[in-house]
Nanobody, 124 residues
């Protein structure tokens, strides 16, 4: 089992920044690709970013490219999501996810573990 705990959400004005963290405990964290999903009110959950086990490969959804950066520190069992130039459309609950491969996590077909989410609200 892997437990994922997110933190760092909050209220920010448009154009501002937040950094989300997800700490993993339990089984070997470095064995998993890690991703961030988000779900806005009335919308389906979407994959925002994914990072490979080693941290050398990443995937970003088009809407966040150039604004969001994912990174991981395997020594600290932590994955980060730096979010800059935030827009009201980024408002959502952000979930951390762990899975076998980048593609598996990105498509949602191979997500083994989920965090409980952290709320990000961007005001205009």
């Amino acid at each position: 089992q892997v437990q994922l705990v997110e933190s760092g959400g909050g209220l920010v004005q448009a154009g501002g920044s937040l950094r989300l963290s997800c700490v993993a405990s339990g089984r070997t964290y470095s064995n998993y690709a890690m991703g961030w999903f988000r779900q806005a009110p009335g919308k389906e959950r979407e994959c925002v970013v994914v990072i490979s086990r080693s941290g050398t490969s990443t995937y970003y959804v088009d809407s966040v490219k150039g604004r969001f950066t994912i990174s991981r520190d395997n020594a600290k069992n932590t994955v980060y999501l730096q979010m800059n130039s935030l827009e009201p459309e980024d408002t959502a609950v952000y979930y951390c996810a762990a899975g076998g491969t980048i593609i598996g996590v990105r498509t949602g077909t191979r997500v083994d573990y989920w965090g409980k989410g952290t709320l990000v609200t961007v005001s205009s």
